[in-house]
């Protein structure tokens, strides 16, 4: 590893911009940096891992991150590679979503070590809620120009966009609460860096203008690249929709996958982008997946690291057996040690039929079960050769033509796992 947290950047891929002076500064003495979190949703999706990575990485260099929650400016709704405004949230929202932010990134960071470099979490409503229109247009609209404003690429891009609606006077405020933010903390915590995504730029810099203009100081920025996918489709997004962080939102099971589905060339780029790995043990681990790629050994490592990281060892080895489920060898007992929305989550589209409690309490033949209550196999006969093949499975273990379904058979105390041969599955669910 080494001491400088800007080159650190650099090999990993993340750096995409910096202010001149700001890696010497880094390099000089202990730093305070910010970067601010948008309270859209109660939870960050894997997006907002990239700037969590940020904050740690600086942490681990032995500077102080602070991270921002935007609740003042959530009100608003940043424009910086928007193509529409968004729905403002209300307070009650607001309130929630900025809690539930604040829970996850407790996890990656060190709040509460009482060490010099403990991060903080700040709330810019906190600063901004008494602040009167009157004393923001006085004290720090008047530092800051119309046209510096209209220069940057998030107010030009929105104003030329094809849609022609235009550009409300609330986002175009944002850039400057922004930048009040920045100097906020300039002042109050000796914060001397902001860092963020790359369509961030014109934001970040408008805040050092202002610390520049207003109080004579000296801020930096730093930018981070914008990760996409080779294929041209949406980082962070699978069929279902965003991958969360929450994993109420999105299983570890499903968050593991999404990671083990990656390309080979995104890979190469992910695993130096979302993992601590060093550098030596990743440039050994790319080598060693360029000569047998199919055992996907980089997929793998990084979906190991990430699950681990977002959720924790314990639910990294349920997605594992989870996934050794559908493509590996597993037993009844790994099926039922799946939680309900695990479960339903690995066998997503398979088909299903309902029976009833009743029915299986007393007790249900195997044929029955296959062709008559569930209408798995077309007709008894075909039941029955299946069965003679030895190709029938009930929750992963082969069963004979004496079989009896019942309660016992239960997984998730809801469901039955029909299989014939290695991939013919279908689930009946009892009411």
């Given at each position: 590893m080494t001491n400088n947290f800007v080159e650190e950047l650099r090999w990993r891929g993340l750096l995409h911009d910096a202010m001149p002076g700001t890696e010497e500064q880094l390099n000089k003495e202990v730093t305070s940096a910010y970067i601010g979190f948008d309270p859209t949703a109660d939870s960050l999706h894997i997006g907002g891992l990239v700037p969590i990575i940020l904050l740690k990485h600086f942490q681990q260099f032995g500077?102080?991150?602070?991270?921002?929650?935007?609740?003042?400016?959530?009100?608003?709704?940043?424009?910086?590679?928007?193509?529409?405004?968004?729905?403002?949230?209300?307070?009650?929202?607001?309130?929630?979503?900025?809690?539930?932010?604040?829970?996850?990134?407790s996890k990656?960071?060190?709040?509460?070590?009482?060490?010099?470099?403990?991060?903080?979490?700040?709330?810019?409503?906190?600063?901004?809620?008494?602040?009167?229109?009157?004393?923001?247009?006085?004290?720090?609209?008047?530092?800051?120009?119309?046209?510096?404003?209209?220069?940057?690429?998030?107010?030009?891009?929105?104003?030329?966009?094809?849609?022609?609606?235009?550009?409300?006077?609330?986002?175009f405020t944002y850039q400057l609460i922004q930048g009040y933010d920045f100097l906020h903390l300039y002042k109050e915590k000796n914060c001397l860096l902001q860092m963020g995504g790359s369509d961030q730029w014109g934001n970040i810099t408008t805040g050092t203008e202002l610390i520049r203009r207003k109080v004579q100081g000296k801020a930096y920025a730093i930018t981070c690249t914008l990760i996409t996918k080779a294929d041209g489709t949406k980082f962070g997004k699978s069929e279902g929709g965003n991958v969360w962080l929450d994993p109420e939102r999105t299983s570890p099971y499903k968050f593991y996958q999404y990671w083990l589905n990656a390309s080979d060339d995104d890979s190469e780029k992910y695993i130096k982008i979302f993992t601590f790995l060093d550098k030596e043990t990743i440039e050994k681990l790319i080598e060693e997946h360029k000569e047998q790629p199919h055992l996907r050994l980089l997929q793998k490592t990084i979906a190991n690291e990430v699950t681990r990281m977002v959720h924790s060892e314990e639910a990294l080895e349920n997605a594992i057996k989870a996934s050794n489920i559908l493509f590996g060898k597993s037993t009844s007992g790994d099926l039922k040690g799946l939680d309900e929305k695990t479960f339903?989550?690995?066998?997503?589209?398979?088909?299903?039929?309902?029976?009833?409690?009743?029915?299986?309490?007393?007790?249900?033949?195997?044929?029955?079960a296959l062709n008559e209550k569930s209408g798995f196999l077309k007709s008894n006969g075909e039941a029955r050769r299946a069965l003679k093949e030895n190709s029938i499975s009930i929750n992963k273990e082969k069963v004979k033509d004496d079989h009896t379904l019942s309660v016992e058979d239960l997984i998730a105390d809801k469901f039955v796992l029909l299989q014939r041969g290695k991939k013919n599955y279908f689930l009946l669910r009892v009411v």
């Open positions: 500077h102080k991150p602070i991270a921002l929650v935007g609740g003042a400016t959530g009100m608003i709704g940043d424009p910086s590679g928007k193509s529409n405004e968004r729905n403002l949230l209300d307070e009650a929202a607001l309130t929630k979503n900025v809690n539930g932010i604040k829970g996850q990134l990656f960071l060190d709040f509460s070590s009482g060490a010099d470099n403990a991060a903080e979490l700040v709330n810019n409503y906190d600063w901004m809620k008494e602040l009167s229109f009157l004393d923001f247009a006085r004290d720090i609209g008047k530092h800051i120009t119309v046209n510096y404003m209209m220069a940057k690429d998030s107010v030009k891009n929105r104003l030329n966009a094809e849609s022609n609606e235009g550009m409300s006077f609330t986002e339903l989550d690995v066998f997503e589209g398979v088909p299903q039929a309902e029976i009833s409690r009743t029915d299986l309490e007393e007790g249900i033949d195997i044929i029955t």
